[in-house]
């Protein structure tokens, strides 16, 4: 029942408007909708965007390359060298011998990390050449193939945890990208009302303008008869100056607002604007609820809540895996063999075996890994009680602004309704004044709450309209076609 009063008031609120939306040939007539789609298409807020969309999508794509097997080819090709350099002899003396020599080499490896446990699996291919100038002779030394194994001990798995935070960071990326453009509709939406309202305000002008010196013609004939007093010839004649000094204050306000309505939606023609009052009100019930769980599921700061707290523990784990120890175990077994020749190198090459542990150990660090493990511990339990209290922060800012999209909602019916009786009293008004039994002071007063009325009422559907949105963007659902919000 509320719906169609709603519909009903503001339907006659819209004829006492009409001609806002009307123009020439060469004007681009504008609907709200049309505003908005046109700021996420065109606007440099929205280019922003969308490049920061593409810098998070990269660094996506970087994230995941970690977890692909790597092939690398490295070497020192050519290694020349003509110098003089020390040779220690039998009996512990130094002899700067000339020396001229080629030692190149090369590497190709292929690599893989292990997430689960931090290791990296790897194979590799070496060639080695060495080439002594000053007695003609050369040597190759080469490793055909080999494979290995290296794993840290009791060390900070810096890619186990990348795999748990790194999605939701990437997740996180791409809802905030919806946010932005729902955050460009809040803006367009407001510029969109302040170009209306400055029309609005500029055919109310020009209406009173027109309407002010029709009314001092005839107050002049009653003047001539005897019938109004000098005072109020006066009186009228102010009123028409004021009422002139109006549609110019109102020309540059359109002027102003139509401007920031170019800037920001990327408007490049020049044609006039003019824009069309919203006339599908969204009169929909929207439940606290719905909006809740939809927010927990879609909005970036959800995510964020997981990514603030595994990130904490990650710190945790970080200050517990970084405590000074630093130990790496190394396998590896393949074939080698050196030859003067390079295809004897690949010619029943021997076997090779590596197998070692690399530590380094602090005996004494004052308590140093305790006080970086605490403050991790401490940082973690604050971390929760922050998120907690966010969490907190956010339910009640979704309830309060489906609180406040309701009274906008009832508060739109209040002003339509005000809308039409001003009108309705200010049409009476001027026709007894101009029958004679009206003051000019009644009649201004009708003058100021017409104009008033007109103004709230634009005023309410621009409030309105940006809690409509603003509920879009605490939830990024769409409560028209019942779907969440993606955008490409």
């Known amino acids: 029942m509320q719906s169609k009063l709603l519909l009903i008031l503001t339907a006659m609120s819209l004829l006492t408007l009409e001609t806002i939306g009307q123009g020439t040939s060469d004007t681009l007539r504008l609907t709200l909708h049309e505003v908005v789609e046109m700021a996420k298409g065109k606007s440099i807020a929205a280019k922003q965007a969308v490049t920061l969309k593409e810098n998070k999508y990269w660094q996506w794509r970087t994230f995941k390359s970690n977890f692909q097997p790597q092939l690398s080819l490295n070497g020192v090709l050519p290694a020349y060298t003509n110098s003089f350099q020390e040779v220690i002899q039998p009996d512990g003396t130094i002899v700067f011998q000339p020396v001229k020599y080629n030692n190149s080499s090369l590497n190709l490896a292929l690599s893989q990390s292990i997430a689960a446990t931090g290791g990296t699996v790897f194979g ?185 707290t595994a990130e904490a523990k990650r710190d945790v784990a970080k200050a517990k ?50 006080s970086r493990m605490k403050t991790a511990e401490a940082n973690r339990q604050f971390t929760e009680y922050a998120v907690e209290q966010d969490k907190q922060t956010f339910s009640q800012e979704i309830y309060t602004q489906v609180t406040l999209y309701q009274m906008m909602k009832e508060q739109l019916v209040l002003n339509a309704m005000a809308d039409s009786i001003a009108s309705e009293k200010y049409q009476i008004a001027k026709e007894r004044y101009v029958l004679g039994n009206l003051s000019i002071t009644d009649l201004s007063i009708a003058f100021q709450e017409n104009d008033q009325a007109k103004r709230d009422f634009v005023l309410g559907l621009k409030d309105f309209w940006s809690a409509y949105y603003q509920l879009r963007y605490l939830s990024l659902y769409d409560f028209e076609t019942n779907q969440k919000i993606i955008y490409k």
């Open 124 to 308: 590799t291919t070496q060639l080695q050449r060495y080439d002594d100038f000053n007695r003609n002779f050369k040597l190759y030394n080469g490793v055909p193939y080999g494979i290995g194994y290296s794993q840290p001990l009791a060390r900070f798995n810096q890619l186990k945890w990348d795999q748990k935070i790194e999605p939701l960071k990437y997740n996180e990326s791409r809802q905030a990208y919806i946010e932005s453009m729902e955050r460009i509709a809040i803006r367009a939406t407001g510029f969109f009302f302040d170009l209306l309202l400055a029309q609005v305000n500029l055919q109310i002008a020009e209406t009173n303008f027109a309407n002010t010196k029709n009314i001092l013609r005839i107050a002049k004939e009653k003047f001539d008869i005897g019938k109004v007093s000098r005072n109020e010839i006066l009186q009228l004649e102010l009123e028409q100056l004021k009422a002139q000094k109006s549609v110019g204050i109102a020309k540059r306000d359109m002027e102003i607002s139509t401007l920031n309505l170019r800037t920001y939606t990327g408007l490049t023609n020049n044609d006039k604007i003019s824009l069309v009052l919203p006339t599908e009100t969204k009169s929909t019930d929207i439940n606290p609820e719905k909006v809740l769980s939809e927010a927990l599921e879609n909005r970036s700061d959800a995510i964020a809540f997981m990514r603030r």
């Open 321 to 370: 895996g970084d405590n000074g120890i630093n130990a790496t175990l190394t396998a590896r077994l393949g074939y080698s063999k050196s030859s003067i020749s390079l295809s004897k190198v690949y010619e029943a090459p021997k076997s090779q075996q590596l197998f070692q542990l690399e530590f380094d150990i602090p005996i004494l660090d004052w308590g140093r890994s305790k």
